[in-house]
């Protein structure tokens, strides 16, 4: 082999170190075929230059992988150099997403540049630097535009074999969504527990309408952002219920307390000290809900307990007249036992004057049978011969011995039926055959004073149940009457007809009537008016008072319908027979 052929060799084997040393792993050295010391040293350096290719290319491969793991997660990775000034040496691609700024930007920054509150750094460094693993805290970034974002970062230091710092490793999340998610959980929650604390404090009992404005009045403040510099005024119908730490500030939030759509009252919440501009001067929109929210409940509730008190004050009077009514009760009742008691009593003495009447009546009535007894035997000349004023004298005796006989046992009768000692038994009878044999005993008695009786009995009139004599005497009583206030000429009538389950009897006449005013009076025992047609005085008005008794005593009823002037109609009910 010469020598030049050697060295071609050779300088194409350097040729291609020089290549693997410029990173072209493509480089090869061709085999001579000679098998020498050249060859085999060639094949060893394409052997090794493949080697080095292959573990190239897999190292390539890992550090895309890696790379595209680094760059491709949604958290912010970097570098920075130690110390407040820190400057960023490395960014992932998640970064410029993050903070807005191309990583060339992020390069030339600090850290702190992209802290809203600069100062902070410090601190972070300080509890990194402090802390033997990792530390994380939550900062507000801003970012390229301006917009503030919430991050959690997790820094780690990195130091040298003499535990210097030589830089910090950190790690980004933009955690804004769920800051925000979580903020407005907590403003929700706050509104609610406002709201339910309202409504707890409306349902309390007894609460009275002060105390409800006063308590939420101071409820108000801690659902709001800063409780401690805030505080609330709640006004109704002109009345104020403030805070203790209340002061009138240009900060304020309001809302009108509405009833029926009139506006009935104000909320107002102010903050104590000046704050950046946020939705509403320095409150949150969802304070702007919030108060809106308490003055319309505040509104309800007023108006319910409005209605409440109402309620409850009507309720009052009610008891209040319910009592009245209860003690008029209770007096009418005693009243009406003392009305009892006295009824009663009446009742005993009258009972006591009619026994002590009839037992009167009873002794004069022996007495006075014997004057006219012995008066009728003068009369009649039994004891000899009697002249004619000696006649005229003893007529007039025995005319008024009879009329007081005649009153007496009136009075007798009264008495005995009103003492309930008059017995008399009652059986079903014709009231027909009473009327007609009480016309035939009455006719001496009519024809003198030339007055008719007419007679109307209703065709098959029912028998009644009633005692026949009693209803006799009633009849008579009341004919005896019609004839006596009626004139000469007269005309009577007696009318019998059957009414439901009565036996309806009138007794007419066309005679002088009864005044309105008289009508009840005459069934009064004694009750007696004048009668321009008798010279002399008959009767002593007991007649219809008896009348009355026995129709009491027959379960019926006696009254009288009259015309002054023009004559009157007395009617009596009896009930019919059970068998009719
Ligand atoms: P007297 O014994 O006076 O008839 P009564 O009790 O029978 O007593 O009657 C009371 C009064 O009623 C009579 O005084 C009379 O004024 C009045 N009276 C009764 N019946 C009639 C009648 N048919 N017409 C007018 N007045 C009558």
């Not at 084997?13 to 990173?23: F, Q, T």
């Not at 990583?103 to 410090?122: A, F, H, I, N």
């Not at 527990?193 to 309408?209: D, F, H, K, M």
Request: net charge negative.
């Amino acid at each position: 082999m010469n020598k030049t052929a050697e060295k071609e060799r050779i300088d194409e084997m350097i040729e291609a170190i020089i290549k693997v040393s410029r990173g072209d792993y493509s480089a090869q050295v061709e085999l001579s075929g000679r098998n020498d010391e050249v060859d085999s040293l060639a094949m060893g350096l394409n052997m090794m230059v493949d080697d080095i290719r292959t573990s190239r290319e897999a190292l390539q491969e890992s550090e895309e992988k890696y790379r595209g793991l680094v760059n491709n997660v949604k958290l912010g990775i970097f570098r920075s150099t130690p110390g407040p000034t820190g400057k960023f040496l490395e960014v992932n691609l998640a970064m410029k997403e993050l903070t807005g700024y191309s990583r060339k930007e992020l390069l030339q920054m600090g850290v702190s540049d992209l802290y809203v509150y600069p100062e902070q750094r410090e601190q972070v460094l300080e509890e990194v630097a402090s802390a033997k693993g990792k530390t994380t805290k939550e900062l507000r970034f801003k970012k390229k535009d301006g917009t503030g974002i919430m991050v959690s970062t997790t820094g780690v230091a990195v130091r040298d074999s003499a535990d210097k710092i030589q830089y910090f490793d950190g790690i980004l999340e933009d955690i804004t969504e769920r800051k925000r998610a979580e903020h407005n959980l907590k403003e929700r929650i706050k509104e609610l527990n406002c709201l339910y604390g309202v409504a707890s404090i409306a349902e309390r009992p007894g609460i009275t309408q002060d105390e409800l404005y006063q308590e939420v009045a101071n409820l108000l403040p801690s659902s709001w952002q800063y409780p401690e510099t805030t505080c609330a005024r709640v006004t109704i119908n002109g009345k104020e219920f403030v805070t203790e730490n209340y002061r009138d500030t240009k900060w304020k939030q309001s809302a009108d307390v509405k009833i029926h759509g009139a506006r009935t009252g104000l909320v107002e919440v102010s903050s104590l000290e000046e704050r950046p501009e946020i939705d509403e001067g320095p409150f949150l929109k969802e304070e702007r809900v919030l108060i809106d929210a308490v003055a319309e409940r505040l509104g309800r509730i007023t108006e319910r307990k409005r209605m409440e008190e109402e309620l409850r004050e009507k309720n009052e009077r009610l008891d209040a007249q319910n009592e009245e009514l209860q003690v008029q009760g209770e007096e009418l009742m005693a009243q009406q036992q003392e009305l009892i008691d006295k009824t009663r009593e009446v009742e005993e003495a009258n009972r006591l004057k009619s026994e002590f009447l009839a037992n009167m009546s009873h002794e004069l009535r022996t007495p006075l049978n014997v004057v006219i007894g012995f008066s009728e035997l003068m009369a009649d000349e039994v004891p000899g011969k009697i002249n004619n004023e000696q006649r005229q004298w003893l007529n007039d005796i025995l005319n008024s011995g009879r009329h007081l006989l005649n009153l007496i046992n009136e009075v007798l009768d009264l008495s005995k039926i009103e003492s309930g000692r008059m017995k008399f038994g009652l059986t079903d009878i014709s009231l027909a055959d009473v009327i007609q044999s009480l016309a035939r005993t009455l006719v001496p008695v009519l024809t003198p004073r030339m007055q008719s009786l007419d007679i109307e009995v209703e065709k098959r009139l029912p028998l009644v149940h009633a005692n026949e004599a009693k209803v006799g005497q009633v009849l008579l009583n009341l004919v005896d009457n019609a004839s006596k206030f009626t004139p000469e000429g007269g005309k009577l009538k007696i009318e019998a007809v059957r009414s439901g389950d009565w036996c309806q009897v009138s007794v007419v006449d066309d005679g002088i009537g009864i005044r309105k005013e008289d009508q009840n009076r005459i069934f009064e025992p004694f009750y007696q008016l004048d009668n321009p047609l008798a010279k002399e005085k008959s009767g002593a008005g007991l007649g219809l008072a008896l009348v009355r008794q026995i129709m009491d005593r027959h379960g019926g009823r006696i009254w009288v319908e009259s015309e002054y002037g023009e004559g009157s109609r007395f009617i009596f009910t009896l009930p019919l027979a059970t068998t009719s």
